[in-house]
C-alpha cells in the first residue's frame, strides 16, 4: 500500500524529504508540495509534483493521508494544527515549537483529532549516535559516566531565517534539539540540572556558539557544544565509561575504544613517580601502552528512511511510533529551561 | 645573600622542593627538614641535610628564614600557623587548606606576626599555561568565550593519603586547585556560577573524576576535567576565542592556531549546502582551507624556579609577592562552593 503526502515549505530541507522519500522509501509518495514563496512554486512543478497553490487546497485534498512541515520554526505550531485539524497525519520539522506551551497545543489537537504527531528527529539514524548507543547498551566499557557530543562549524553564521530570533533561529533551536534527542534518548534518567552558555559570536540576534552542561540524576553528565565558529574541531563524542573510553571522531565514524588489557589487573609495572615536562606527577603520569587494549568501534547498521519507514508501519498501525511527541516535549521543556538559565547566572536545577 | 631555609614533609614534594632550589635558586640554601617518619629523617640526612628531630627544633633554629611545608593537606593550617608565629616566612603547598575558613585564620596570623604567607602555586609558570595566557593577552585571535582546560590521566587511583577524605585526597584539591588557579589568574572576570560532577570511580572516599562548568561575569565559559580514568586524551587546553581556535596538545606544548585568513572576509567561495555522512548541512559543513591560516604557538620562556625567585625577591624587599594569599583564598572559596553545589544539584550561583 502507498500512502500519499505532501509537504509544506520546499526549501531546503523540503526539498531533502522529497528526493529521500523518492529514492528511499516506496511506500510514500510524495503527491505536491505547498511553499509561500512564488519562485519555488515553479521548482515544486520542475520536480514533478503538484504545486499547492495555497495551503487549503492541500489540506482539501482527501488524498493526502500525511503532510511534512517543513517551513520557519515559527511557522510550525499553526500549520500542524490546520493539519491535524483537517484530518492529516503530521511530520514536523525540528525543533517544532518555540517552547513547550506550544508544543503541548499541538499535541492536545493531534489527540482530538485522533491524528499522529510526530517531530523529524532523523538524528536518531545518525551512524555515529547509534555506535555510541551501541557502546552503551552493550557495557564493553562499563557504565558512561561523562559524555561529551558535539558539532563544530566555522562557517561563522546562521543562515537565513535561521539568524532571526522571530523566526526560532540559533543553534540550540537547529542543532540542540537533535543533539538534546539523541542525549536523553541515550541516558535512561532525569537532568537534575543545566549550565548553559548561550554566546552570539556572529549573530547578534540568537545564539550562535552554545556550550550545556547537564547533570542526569544516574550521576551521569554531558557536555552539548554547538559552535559556529570552531576552527580545530573536538571528536563528535568522547565518552568517559568506568572501564574505558570511547572516541567517534566524525560522522564517517572513524575513532576506537581503549579500555584496560583482559589481565591488567594481574600485570606488573612500575606505579612511580614520573618526571613529565611538567614536573613530577604518578596521577597524570601515562599508563604503559601494554597493560590497555584498543579495540574497533562496533558496526552499526542504520538507515535515515527508517524514520518514515516508521510512520508507515505507524499508519498501517503495524509498529509503535518511535519518535514520539512526549520525548520532543521534554526536548522542548530542556530548551526551555536553557533559555531561562540564561537570565540567572546560566544555571537551573530541573527534574525533566 | 643566602637565604636559609627548612621543610616540612619530605615526601615526594618535599624532597622536590629540596632538589630544584638545590638545582635552580642559589639564593636559598635548603638547611634541613623534619618529617615525622622515622625512615624518612634518614633520608633527609643522606640526601646532606639536617634531620631536625622535632617541629620545635625546626622552629627554634633562629638561622632558618622561610619555611615549605609539605604534608598531608589536613596539617598544611597547624603547621603553617606555628611557622608564623615562630617568626618564619612560609610556603606551604597546595591546596593549602581544606577550606576557606582555614585560610582566613591562616592569613590572619600572617598579618599579625608580619611575615610571608603564600601557596605553592607553581603551576603559574608552567609552559602551557604561559602559552595560552600569551594568546589571550596578545589577542592574535581576538577574544576568549570558552576555555576547557584538562588533565587526565588513566592510572585509576589516588595514590596514598591522597585516597582519604580525611587528608583532604581528591582530585578537586590535587590537580583542581591548580587549574582553578590558573584559570582565575587568566579571565579578569567574577565567577558567576559553577556546575560541577565530582565522581568516584575507583576512590571510594574522594573525588577522582571531576568536571567543572565555570560562568564568568565577563561572558567566558571555562570547562575543567580532572580525570584519572581516561585512555584517550583531550587536549591540555582547547581555547575558543572570537577570531580563532589554539589548541595546545600537552605539556610539552605542541599544538596550533587556527584563524581566518587575512583576507578572508573579500574571499568568494561557495557558502552552499554541503552533503556530508550525516546528512545535507551548511552550517557544519567544512570552511575551504584557504579561508583560513595555521599560527605556531608563540615561544614563550619560563622558570619554575622564577617562584622562588619572587619569594626571595619579597623577602629582600625588592619585588612584589606573585602568588598572593587573597588569590588562594579565591580559589578555596570556589572549591568551598563546588563541594556545596553537589549537595544542591551540582550548580550553584557565587560572586566570587
Known amino acids: 500500500m502507498v500512502h500519499n503526502m505532501a509537504i509544506i515549505g ?3 530541507m523540503g526539498g531533502w524529504h522529497h528526493s529521500s522519500i523518492r529514492e528511499m522509501v516506496p511506500e510514500l509518495r ?6 509561500i514563496r512564488q ?3 515553479q521548482k515544486i512543478s520542475a520536480n514533478g509534483l503538484h504545486a499547492y497553490q495555497s495551503v487549503e487546497e492541500l489540506l482539501a485534498d482527501e488524498t493526502v493521508e500525511l503532510v511534512t512541515i517543513a517551513v520557519p520554526n515559527n511557522f510550525h505550531k499553526d500549520y500542524a494544527i490546520a493539519c491535524l485539524k483537517a484530518g492529516k497525519n503530521v511530520v514536523c520539522e525540528k525543533p517544532v515549537t518555540l ?16 491524528k499522529l504527531f510526530t517531530v523529524h528527529q532523523n538524528r536518531r539514524w545518525d551512524r555515529d549516535y ?11 566499557i562499563g557504565k558512561p559516566y561523562f559524555i561529551e557530543t558535539r558539532v563544530q562549524g566555522s562557517r561563522g553564521s546562521m543562515h537565513g531565517w535561521r539568524g532571526y530570533k522571530e523566526n526560532g533561529g540559533g543553534m540550540l533551536y537547529d542543532w540542540g534539539v537533535h543533539l538534546l534527542d539523541q542525549l536523553l534518548d541515550m541516558i535512561p534518567s532525569r537532568v537534575v540540572s543545566v549550565s548553559a552558555h548561550l554566546e552570539s559570536v556572529f549573530t547578534e540576534e540568537v545564539d550562535d556558539n552554545v556550550k550545556l552542561m547537564l547533570l542526569f540524576e544516574n550521576g551521569v553528565s554531558a557536555l552539548m557544544e554547538f559552535s559556529t565558529n570552531c576552527f580545530i574541531n573536538h571528536p563528535r563524542w568522547h565518552v568517559s565509561c568506568t572501564e574505558g573510553t570511547a572516541v567517534v571522531e566524525n560522522w564517517e565514524c572513524d575513532g576506537k575504544i581503549v579500555k584496560l588489557a583482559e589481565n591488567a589487573e594481574q ?7 614520573v618526571y613529565t615536562a611538567a614536573g613530577p606527577t604518578r596521577t597524570m603520569a601515562p599508563r604503559p601502552a601494554h597493560t590497555t587494549q ?6 552499526v547498521d542504520t538507515k535515515w528512511e527508517d524514520y518514515y519507514r516508521n510512520i508507515v508501519g505507524v499508519l498501517e ?3 509503535e511510533l518511535i519518535v514520539k511527541p512526549e520525548q520532543a516535549l521534554r526536548v522542548m521543556k530542556l530548551i526551555d529551561m536553557v533559555f531561562g538559565a540564561v537570565e540567572h547566572g546560566g544555571i537551573a536545577t530541573c527534574y525533566i
Open 99 to 114: 517552547n513547550a506551551a506550544e508544543l503541548e497545543e499541538i499535541i492536545a489537537v493531534s489527540k482530538e483529532e485522533g
Open 317 to 319: 498501525q503495524k509498529e
Open 267 to 273: 600485570m606488573k609495572w612500575e606505579d612511580d613517580i
Open 130 to 140: 547509534r555506535v555510541v548507543k551501541n557502546i552503551l547498551e552493550s557495557g564493553v
Open 10 to 12: 520546499y526549501g531546503g
Open 294 to 299: 584498543v579495540l574497533e568501534l562496533p558496526k
Open 30 to 35: 510524495v503527491k505536491g508540495a505547498y511553499d
Open 39 to 41: 519562485e519555488i512554486q
